[in-house]
């Protein structure tokens, strides 16, 4: 059990005018799963080989429950990183590399042996000890990669995109098994990702990175319910965005004015948010207008139609059985659950976006206009 | 020579696998290559091993009329000095190729792995003893090695033998480091091992291959080399080639039969050994993830 703790960290590689980690303050909590969440390229990974000691910070510092380990070279950090392609030494059988790290810290053959299928089974990998690396699957490889992480029992684990190399079925068995080990052991663990969906289902709390800053750090339900600003609310797959007016009750926008209890700001100009899901098709009535049907996907188990709201273009979720309910070009009658609606800043766009490109081209991309 | 020609076409430009292509569509071509490479290579040592027990060979008899072992005993005769010249050719194979390792891997690394100012100009450099006339480079070489006392010696001529091994022997590993993925001395670190148990068990495994047909490459250009050892070793350092050349010169063809037998045995004897390796060729640890 070890909290980890970063101290205004920051990492300016050399020759480039941008700090690609910039000043980021975070305290992990011992013994929880922890991710750092962030498009590619937001200096998301580069933080985590700081902390496995990889990387030297160009400032900044790094704590083990309360102590500075900078100094510490990383094979005596307790820090152990599994990389996103596993990285298992191909000329050594799946024993040879299970056991590296006990190996290296002079512990016997026999104790070695007994850890190693300790491990394997920890990890669901029946002993198939005698095979090479490139005998396995990946997603074989990829157990074998976090039971070597493991056996040396590490006070901090650091999962490199665990789950980017493997198939969709693979994901959630290995999903599930990561989250059963780390409860079981109960190890302080990091894992990047640039999967939002991934970070929620997986991860206690998610730090949340753009541009090497450090945006939130939340639990996953704050960053989907309660976005901070239109580029959380973008990056967790928000869709629908209404400007228009705030004055702490209700939201006037071109479309109409709705009631929205929920704000991130108390008023002024402001976007209005709501999940595709929350948006109700043929319901009239209080916070009702009236679109068009553009297109519509069928897809099984929801269906998702695309409506044209005198401009604006937003997208509802509906059970997959009402797409014959509706033709495109109909007219709908189409209202937003009040308590769904989330109301955010549209100000702090261009505060957030500061000096960064990033944000400039993620307004530009998507279908509504601001005023 | 069409024999030969034919061969360059097998391994020549498609480097990626000339035996497969050959194989599926031509397997006519595939074994007139092979006889051809076997003629090429093994042919010219049959008439040697004649000539060492040859006694009397005149023309037009197609094998010698009589034999004796006449040239086998002068080779082993302590007076003709070949297992001293045995002996300093090993010798300087041998510092010249743990010298090549020494200076050539992590050359070879830098110049595989990272990108720096001036990549390309080093490259030229190091493969410069390969263009420009060895002779020349060495007779500059001579004034200064005869100020340090360098002339003469042993070390002397091993240092000089360094001039055309040592290329091959950079441009070998720079070849294995440029397929060498080094996050992976990265993982072994977080994995618990010091940095020297690291370049031991995770790094000289990953290259070993590469470093077998450096080293081979080293030791040959070594063990085969005449004018540098003649020009710098002063006569003094009598190596194998010396004593062949001695020998071929004189006309005594039993000897120098004799003699080149004994020159051909340690490669052919490294080659074998060493021929799992070469097979193999770089499989160094490049993409191996999934």
Redesign the interface.
Request: glycine content about 10%.
């Given at each position: 059990m070890t909290k980890v703790t970063l101290s205004n960290l920051t990492k300016v590689f050399e020759g480039k005018a941008d700090p690609s980690v910039d000043q980021i303050d975070l305290e992990i909590e011992s013994g929880k799963l922890t991710a750092l969440l962030g498009p590619s390229g937001c200096g998301k990974t580069t933080t985590m080989?700081m902390i496995?000691?990889?990387l030297r910070p160009t400032s900044g510092d790094i704590q083990f429950d309360g102590k500075s380990i900078l100094h510490i070279?990383?094979?005596?950090r307790g820090?152990?990183?599994v990389?996103?392609?596993?990285?298992?030494?191909?000329?050594m059988n799946i024993r040879e590399n299970v056991g590296?790290?006990l190996?290296?810290?002079g512990v016997s053959k026999s104790e070695t042996q007994g850890r190693v299928r300790e491990m394997l089974d920890l990890v669901q990998l029946p002993d198939h000890d005698d095979r090479l690396?490139?005998q396995l699957s990946?997603g074989q490889?990829q157990r074998v990669a976090l039971a070597?992480?493991l056996i040396?029992q590490p006070s901090v684990l650091l999962l490199d995109e665990p789950l980017s190399?493997l198939d969709a079925h693979l994901r959630d068995e290995m999903r599930e098994l990561i989250r059963r080990v780390q409860t079981e052991l109960g190890i302080t663990t990091i894992f990047v990702t640039h999967d939002q969906e991934e970070a929620a289902v997986l991860a206690d709390r998610i730090a949340l990175i753009f541009r090497g800053k450090l945006q939130a750090y939340d639990s996953p339900e704050a960053y989907f319910e309660r976005p901070a600003n239109l580029e959380i609310a973008r990056f967790f797959g928000g869709v629908n965005f209404i400007p228009g007016h705030y004055d702490g009750e209700r939201i006037n926008t071109q479309v109409g004015s709705f009631a929205a209890p929920h704000a991130a700001i108390a008023n002024g100009d402001a976007v209005l948010t709501i999940r595709p899901e929350a948006v109700d098709l043929g319901v009239g009535g209080d916070n009702s207008v009236v679109g068009t049907i553009r297109s519509h996907v069928y897809a099984g188990r929801y269906a998702r139609f695309v409506i044209d709201l005198d401009g604006i273009v937003i997208e509802a979720s509906a059970d997959p059985w009402r797409v014959s309910e509706f033709a495109d070009g109909d007219k709908v009658s189409v209202r937003f659950d009040a308590s769904q609606i989330w109301v955010i800043g549209s100000s702090d766009l261009p505060r957030t976006s500061g000096a960064g490109t990033g944000s400039a081209e993620l307004s530009g991309a998507t279908s509504p206009q601001f005023p | 020579m069409s024999l030969n020609a034919q061969f360059a076409f097998d391994v020549g430009p498609d480097h990626t696998s000339p035996v497969a292509t050959t194989k599926g569509r031509r397997p006519v071509l595939r074994w007139a290559a092979i006889v051809g490479l076997l003629a090429f290579l093994v042919a010219p040592m049959i008439p040697l091993i004649f000539w060492s027990f040859a006694f009397r060979w005149n023309y037009p008899d197609l094998l010698p009329s009589e034999y004796s072992l006449r040239a086998w005993k002068a080779v082993a005769s302590p007076t003709n000095n070949v297992l001293l010249a045995t002996w300093n050719s090993s010798v300087i194979a041998v510092v010249v190729t743990v010298l090549s390792i020494a200076i050539g891997v992590p050359a070879g690394r830098a110049l595989g792995l990272h990108k720096f100012r001036g990549k390309r100009l080093v490259e030229l450099l190091i493969v410069a003893p390969i263009i420009v006339p060895t002779l020349a480079v060495a007779l500059g070489m001579h004034t200064l090695f005869i100020r340090y006392g360098l002339s003469n010696s042993l070390l002397g001529v091993s240092v000089v033998h360094l001039i055309p091994a040592l290329p091959y022997m950079t441009l070998v590993m720079s070849g294995v480091f440029a397929n060498y993925?080094a996050?992976?001395e990265?993982?072994?670190?977080?994995?618990?091992?010091?940095p020297l148990?690291t370049q031991w068990?995770?790094t000289f495994?990953?290259i070993r291959p590469g470093l077998v047909v450096g080293a081979l490459f080293t030791f040959l250009i070594s063990w085969s080399e005449y004018v540098l050892t003649l020009l710098i070793g002063g006569g003094q350092v009598v190596t194998l080639p010396l004593l062949l050349f001695n020998f071929a010169r004189s006309g005594d063809n039993a000897i120098a039969g004799a003699l080149a037998v004994v020159f051909v045995v340690p490669g052919v004897l490294v080659l074998l050994l060493t021929s799992k390796h070469l097979s193999t060729g770089h499989a160094a640890?490049g993409g191996?993830?999934?």
């Open positions: 080989r496995a000691g990889l070279a990383p094979e005596h820090a152990v990183m990389f996103q392609n596993y990285l298992l030494f191909p000329f590296f790290g190996k290296m810290r690396p490139s990946g490889q070597r992480a040396v190399n | 993925d996050a992976f990265s993982q072994a670190r977080s994995l618990g091992a010091s148990k068990y995770v495994p990953a640890m191996t993830g999934t």
